[in-house]
């Protein structure tokens, strides 16, 4: 997107009534003469590494900015904005990758910094067992930006400390509720990305995170619950904070954090869960996001994040759940936080099948995990989280279709005899493989005999991830679908944090094991 | 890395730009590198240089903050403006205190250049000496290494100035067995290049491999569990964020107590356990300010199984009249009693499971502290005082308020330097392995 000065300054500064208008000013003119230069910038870096000897490089050129409110109850704890500018050059020598960012943006800086990622791929070939090469990509020139309707860094902070302050009295405004906190979290990512295959891109993303926690204690008794908002960050601008009713959802969070303190503690055993977009969202990403990531399966990730039960030879042959699942990965999806018009190796933003009918189908792969597997193009899941990280494979917003039918949540209640229904994401893990999972929620409803029923505390269940997805048995509809998501999943070495959405229905699970936390640790 | 000089220089002039009432600026500069390799080769590897400064301002007890890395005179004085706007429209600060005036300092020594200027040459030797003991010994390596040198000062409106160099190194490794039934874990950290034993990763790395292979089942339970000090890195981690005093007092700790009191005076742990901070310690040294600017001073969270300092912020401390809190910088936890070796533990168990690592740890409730997670890269049984066979992965759920509370701990070890493998060994404590009688299992994971 690209801002006027005119524009530029109405909505900073001056609309603000602030006396700094020289520093803006001057900024703003040092801000456009950069643009300007990351052409050459970039051309300086190509040249070098290819005059070095890379066979491959790319320069990522990018300024990343964030604005971060933090309130409790009636006061402000925190206002800041935070920005970081600079390069990274990636560049391959001999089969081995090298890498070098500094905040330096100068011919010089860039210059220096090519000859050392060149030093450092050198290095490695001179140990590299297997070399690393990469597929095509198409050459590409484009301006790229997400969908937003208003940018929220365009927009005067004094409407967003009300919209927390507002947020907070309405909570608090429910007998029983003694604190409430919320945030306000804006990231605006402005990236250039140019190739030794000739791609030029530049790119300009928008996502916005309210949150909230109302906390409920009982003084006497020494106990306490905590209800956090549903909502969760979007790949949109400052109109999400229209298209939700946070102010009514605050108050139902304070009501439910008080009924927690009186809520039945769950029975363990065996239910048919019924769960929202608002909690299912989480079960996806960690059981069928991350296995379905190329590199963990290759080892890549075995240190870290860990392995995956899937395999390359399983492709096309393993039962991921029953006939009804479908996920799709898809960086072009509309609102989603992993969408993007192009990926950190220059390949284009696409949606394809991970598992269709149930059936294990396809991977998250990059330019060079897809020549590791001899695939002749990429789904375009390279990521790097700030100029000064290394690109690498991150996941894309991985979501499980709607069911055919229009089925509502109250369809699928009606199904079950005993059962739980779940709202929002709570306590997550799962094993470095991806098969035992356990998950808690915000808000845990008695289901019984097909009907809503009485509020249940200390729930969280457990499973194995194919036989989870198998014991799926109805999915709601289109009308039911809503997408979820994360600013911070994190995976890497060092660790990196990526921005992901997973769209789903309400759907239902046939017998999964169910915990009551609070005996676990003695206090029912 | 940023002298003391260059970094007194910066702060100089941004509080120079300065308009508002109070002001505190700081600066941090890191030279940073990295050597990753999986399947026995090098994957990403790379460096960053950066340096960012950050403001924080009040203006009538108004806050803003603002923070960038162009540090160009234009950009700072860009930053300083940055944080008085925001200042200008935020409500006032009603736990704004002024900032600290001139602070003494006793200096910390945490930074080794040798770590901060450690040569590419040399960690792409260090990491392929690795491979080739993984290669050696017929395991598929994946690991991390990693070295950094950071400069930081800090500089108030009412005249504090206060500068610090650290550093950090680590390596891990994990070596899987072909065949895909064994995997080991080790990771050791360092501020200092010259004491981080690269080889001990590699040996007990490879070691634990081979030994976890060909894993039984072994049903969950409640079992007795030795802890190396790396599963006890893995389990404490969310335990130093629970002695925050404001938290306690607003009943929403597990430190907190039925009618609105806390637990601080209590005996709640094991009574041979003592956790502090201590930030002169010389395998663990800390950061020599605290909580904006204050001098940081020996702490003891837990003496002798008693709950004996809970951490008021400075707001806090006032509003209950109280001191500020002069730490924690770090987390030592010591045992009163002669340290017991793991090999020690093991003998004197009659049935039991030795575990070395845990991984992704979540709380799960916040009363008890009770988490969930499971066991990775290794589980071995133990009967009769001997390890007999390796078993497969469990999830557990464990209260770590009943993990060391009186009558549950059995043995303690001498306190070793480890870091969190989920952090990567960017965080560091100094602790010892346990013996534990009860510990809660409650799934079985086929997870290798």
Known sequence: MNRTRRTFLQQSGLALGVATLPAW?????????????????????????????????????????????????????????NQSFGFGVRVLCGGAWGFAASREVSESAIRRMTREAVDIAKGNAAYQR????????????????????????????DGKIQFLLKLNERAQSVKGVNFVSSSLSF??????????????????????????????????????????????????????????????????????????????????????????????????????????????????????????????????????????????????Q??????????????????????????FVDWQTTRDLAAQVGRKSSYGCTHADSWGSVPFPRMPNVSLEAGPSNATREELLADVKSGVLIFGDGSFSIDQQRYNFQFGGQVFWEIKDGKKGEMLRDVAYQARTPDFWGALDALGGRGTYALGGSFGDGKGEPGQSNAVSHGCPVARFRQINVLNTASRAGRS | MISEKEARAICEKLLSFVTADDAVVGVVSEDYAHQRFAANQFTTCGVRENLSVGVTVWAGKKRGAASTNEVDDVSLRKVVAEAEQIASVSPVDREYLPSVSPQTYQPVDAYAAATAQYPAASRARLVHDVIGQCEKQRVTGAGFFQARGTGAAAATKHGNFSYERSSLTSLSLTARTPDGTGSGYFLRNHYDITRLDTARVARESIGKAHTSREPRTLDAGTYTVVLEPQAVADLLGFFRFAFDARSADEGRSPFSAPGGKTKAGEKIFDERISIYSDPWNKELPGSQGVQGGLPAQRVHLVRNGVLETLVYSRFWAQQKGKEPTPGPVNAILESSEPPASVEEMVRDT??????????????????????????????????????????????FNQSILQL?????????????????????????????????????????????
């Not at chain 1, 970039?42 to 050129?61: F, H, M, P, Q, S």
């Open chain 1, 334 to 359: 509309p609102a989603g936080l992993a969408t993007v018009g192009y990926d950190d190796d220059g390949v284009p933003g696409q949606k394809w099948r991970l598992v269709k009918d149930g059936l």
């Open chain 1, 25 to 81: 000013f001057m900024e703003l003119e040092a801000a456009e003469a950069a643009a300007m230069d990351r052409g050459k910038l970039a051309e300086v870096a190509l040249a070098a590494a290819k005059k070095l000897g890379a066979t491959y490089a790319d320069i990522r050129i990018n300024r990343y900015r964030t604005e971060s409110l933090s309130t409790r109850e009636k006061q402000v704890q925190s206002v800041a904005r």
């Open chain 1, 130 to 157: 297997k070399k690393v090469s990469l597929v095509p990509a198409p050459r590409v020139s484009a301006k790229w930006r997400n969908d937003f309707v208003t940018d929220p860094f365009d927009r005067p902070l």
């Open chain 2, 350 to 395: 009659k049935k039991g499971l030795l575990v070395g690592r845990f991984w992704y740890i979540r709380p799960v409730d916040i009363r008890t502290l009770l988490i969930t997670g499971l066991t990775r890269d290794g589980v071995w049984y133990i009967e009769d005082g001997k390890i007999q066979y390796s078993v497969r992965n469990f999830r």
């Open chain 1, 187 to 332: 990231v605006n990512e402005q990236k250039y990305y140019a190739s030794s295959d000739g791609s030029h891109i530049e790119q300009y993303i928008i996502r916005s995170y309210p949150s909230f926690t109302v906390t409920a204690v009982d003084m006497l008794k020494g106990d306490f619950q905590t209800r956090s908002g549903l909502g969760g960050p979007q790949g949109m601008g400052y109109e999400y904070l229209d298209k939700h009713d946070w102010l009514a959802e605050a108050e139902q969070a304070g009501n439910e954090a008080v009924q927690k303190l009186k809520a039945r503690q769950i029975e363990p055993g065996k239910y048919d869960l019924v769960l929202d977009p608002t909690h299912l969202w989480l079960t996806i990403h960690e059981s069928v996001g991350h296995p379905t990531e190329l590199d963990r399966a290759l080892g890549w990730e075995a240190n870290y994040a860990g392995t995956s039960f899937l395999t390359p030879e399983k492709t096309g042959k393993l039962q991921y759940g029953s006939k009804l699942v479908n996920f799709f990965a898809d960086r072009t």
């Open chain 2, 404 to 448: 060391l509370a009186p009558g549950n701990v059995e043995r303690i070890g001498a306190p070793e330097r480890v870091g969190s493998s989920e952090a990567q060994g960017g965080d560091s404590s100094l602790l010892p392995a346990l013996k534990v009688k009860q510990f809660n299992f409650t799934s079985q994971s086929e997870a290798v």
